[in-house]
């Protein structure tokens, strides 16, 4: 147990570690971070007086040591545009996209599971096919369009809910809905499978041997052994939920972290940018690395296996 | 004795039937959506009736032709810059199959490439690989792809390249364990004490099997590329204006969409949404009869 899990706090360090030598990589060799800063035409001194400001002239890999001393102290760097430091900018947007992703998350599991155990119950028929549908088209349609033609029906025609913003309730409705039609998709199928599998098994056939009720089968027998797929999927679903919602929190004016990334983009504010990406794959590392522990605490079959 | 067992295991209705199965759900329309697309995307200059980056600012905001307002010179209407919808749906359809399919096909040669180095090899090549993978698959993919666009500028061929270094990792995974059980059959150990080298086994033996289930993550990863680019496009950091794709269509009807013009959100987006609900169809079908392995993916 304790090696198991301390192989996977090694593999996550080891994640972080790569994850910023990626993003180093990229910034140092695919551009020079001077040409962001500078207008276009900026004289050779400007831009080695930058440079030497930013530390750029000195060896590659002191660059990626003073760059990593700082990550360790919580420091992203300051911004360009705001000229205040990226991690205060970061957490103070942060409310605000996990209040969007735990709506949305919320919207998912509620249409996402019955839907799902009811596919499965009655598969091949009607209410498959629906959910079937459902799914297809909540994979199929990018959620900023979903988003437009929110806007588009309930803001512009019916004049019922705000078209952007935030501070009541009511903003959160059709970002939450557009952000969590894909997820609600994706949970569907997952429970529908999971369900299915349940269904299928030996414990089940036992308990309709015994002559219980087919609601009774479902409810107390299968229902709550298909669910822990789900919830832990939903559970690492909510980080990612947080980090692609940048697309609807821009299409809403949503002021989240997609909103702080899409400012970045417009501004030029390259640490911005930088920070978001870095924190984002910083969060979805350390999830998964409590979801593998709370397996292993979990399920026995697991820590044992490695 | 070898006729009488002929007639049991295949008699005529039976011989005839698995060639009918097979096509029996063949996704029939999605395909041929597919198909009339990358058609409308490869004569798209002699199918367009209008330049697509040319408007005329008499003929702004014009609705399409059945609204009051509309004619049918612009069958679909007009936006902000007067230039004619229909046109630039038309040469739009080339950026999404352009795009979409180059992105698949570089993702799944590095995915591929990298999955059956990993699984051949094994030892620290599977664990150099297979460590990146869990890297990569740790980055929030689609804010990783804006964060290069945002690096390298915006073009339609760094955006091919960005998706494609994105959107690997799926690939090496699905095609590592594919090799690792290719890896213990017949054909390989006999070609291994027949001398061959590595590289002959890897591509000559084991690239050849793990091709099918290359083709069926491609055909599944169509749609999740597609819509990348077009968000790509909508943030500002995909296909630069005045080309005309479908996410920048998108991003320019916002504009007009308070104001009730419709058909700059609704068609665009109708588009996309027709080619991805296309190309899932399509994989699902693929996934199902090329390769049973990846049925519960």
């Known amino acids: ?110 249409v996402g599971i019955p839907s799902g155990i009811l596919a499965a119950v009655r598969v091949g028929r009607f209410w498959d096919s629906a959910g079937k549908l459902f799914a297809l088209l909540g994979l199929s349609m990018p959620s900023f369009w979903v988003g437009l033609l929110l ?6 025609y019916l004049g019922w809910l705000p078209s952007s913003g935030a501070g009541t309730p009511l903003h959160l409705i059709m970002p939450a809905f557009a952000l969590g039609w894909y997820f609600a998709a994706a949970h569907m199928r997952l429970t529908r499978s999971s369900m299915l599998e349940v269904l299928g ?16 089968v479902i409810a107390k027998h299968a229902f709550k052994n298909a669910l822990i797929p789900v919830l832990t999927l939903a559970g690492v679903n909510l980080v990612i939920m947080v980090n692609v919602a940048v697309v609807v929190e821009t299409v809403f004016a949503w002021p989240g972290i997609g909103r702080l990334l899409a400012e970045g983009i417009n501004f030029r504010d390259f640490p911005v940018v930088q920070g978001v990406v870095i924190m984002g794959g910083a969060m979805i590392i350390i999830v998964n690395l409590m979801v593998d522990v709370l397996y292993a605490v979990i399920d026995p079959r697991i820590r044992l296996e490695r | 004795m070898s006729t009488q067992a002929e007639l ?20 029939l329309i999605p395909t041929l959506i597919l198909v009339v697309i990358g058609l409308v995307a490869i004569f798209a200059n002699v199918l367009a009736p209008h330049n697509p980056e040319v408007g005329s600012l008499v003929a702004r ?18 936006d902000q810059l007067g230039r004619d919808v229909l046109s630039r749906l038309i040469f739009g359809a080339r950026v999404s199959v352009v795009v979409g399919f ?40 689609l804010t990783f ?21 994105t959107y690997w990792t799926r690939y090496a995974r699905v095609i590592r364990g594919e090799v690792l059980s290719l890896k213990e059959r017949e054909f390989v150990r006999l070609a291994v004490v027949a001398g061959c080298s590595k590289r002959t086994i890897m591509v000559r033996h084991i690239l050849p099997n793990v091709i099918n289930t290359a083709i069926v993550l491609g055909t ?21 204006p005045p080309q005309p794709a479908w996410g920048l269509m998108l991003s320019d009807g916002k504009q007009g969409l308070m104001v009730g013009y419709w058909w700059l959100t609704v068609f665009p987006g109708c588009c996309i949404m027709l080619m991805v609900l296309s190309a899932n169809l399509l994989g699902d079908w693929l996934r199902v009869k090329l390769d049973p392995q990846l049925r519960q993916l």
């Open chain 2, 61 to 78: 905001f014009k609705p399409p032709f059945w609204q009051t307002g509309g004619s049918t010179k612009y069958l679909l209407g007009t």
């Open chain 2, 220 to 240: 599944l990863m169509l749609g999740v590329v597609i819509i990348a680019e077009a968000s790509l496009s909508f943030l500002g950091v995909g296909v630069p």
């Open chain 2, 102 to 141: 180059t992105a698949v096909i570089f993702a799944g040669v590095i995915g591929t490439g990298l999955g059956i180095l990993s699984g051949y090899l094994g030892g620290w090549v599977d664990q150099v690989v297979m460590r990146l993978t869990d890297t990569w698959l740790a980055l929030p993919a």
């Open chain 1, 1 to 110: 147990m304790k090696q198991y899990i301390g192989r996977r706090v090694g593999y996550s360090l080891l994640s972080l570690f790569l994850l910023s030598l990626t993003i180093f990589f990229f910034v140092r060799v695919t551009g020079d971070p001077a040409a962001l800063l500078v207008e276009p035409g900026a004289s050779a001194e400007d831009i080695a007086a930058i440079h030497h400001q930013f530390g750029l002239d000195r060896p590659l890999w002191v660059q990626y040591g003073v760059f990593m001393s700082s990550l360790f102290h919580g420091d992203l760097g300051q911004s360009f545009y705001y000229r205040t430091p990226v991690m205060d900018l970061y957490l103070s947007r942060l409310p605000n996209s996990l209040i969007l992703a735990v709506v949305a998350m919320g919207f998912s599991l509620l």
């Open chain 1, 151 to 156: 806007i588009l029906l309930f803001s512009v």
């Open chain 2, 145 to 165: 792809a804006i964060f290069l666009a945002a690096i390298v500028g915006p073009s339609m061929w760094n955006i091919v390249l960005i998706l494609g270094i």
């Open chain 1, 201 to 216: 098994s030996e414990y089940v056939k036992l308990a309709r041997i015994k002559g219980l009720p087919q609601s009774l």
């Open chain 2, 8 to 27: 049991i295991v295949a008699p005529p209705s039976f011989r005839r039937r698995p060639v009918f199965s097979w096509l029996g759900d063949f996704p």
